[in-house]
């Protein structure tokens, strides 16, 4: 896992570049695709609720899994931090 997962991403261009450490092979992503799409796993997925929840995000692997986005996921992080 990325050291940038170990923190909650302070922007969108953090989470960005959070998710492209993990992406094989992926230069940029539309924020509005499906992160399985580009090859995020849920092991992947539920690692980053685990590192995130432990730094005191309030998310759990369901609410990253229902909408699998960059934009959905800023959003949640921002509502939720």
């Not at 995000?57 to 931090?81: C, G, M, R, S």
């Amino acid at each position: 896992m990325s050291n940038y997962a170990a923190s909650i991403p302070e922007n969108k261009l953090a989470l960005r570049s959070c998710l492209l450490s993990l992406l094989q092979g992926v230069n940029d992503l539309d924020e509005q695709e499906n992160l399985v799409y580009y090859g995020l796993g849920s092991l992947q997925i539920m690692n980053l609720s685990i590192y995130w929840r432990n730094a005191g995000l309030a998310v759990n692997f369901i609410d990253l899994v229902k909408t699998p986005t960059l934009a959905a996921w800023w959003q949640l992080i921002e509502e939720k931090h």
